[in-house]
């Protein structure tokens, strides 16, 4: 396993469900 590789990875993944659970926290809050 690439340490660099699957960090760059995971930066894009945790940022998509970032933006995932803003949306539903958004839409539970409206």
Excluded: M, P, V, W
């Amino acid at each position: 396993i690439e340490r660099a590789g699957t960090k760059a990875g995971n930066k894009g993944f945790d940022a998509a469900l970032t933006a995932i659970e803003t949306a539903n926290l958004i839409s539970q809050i409206s």
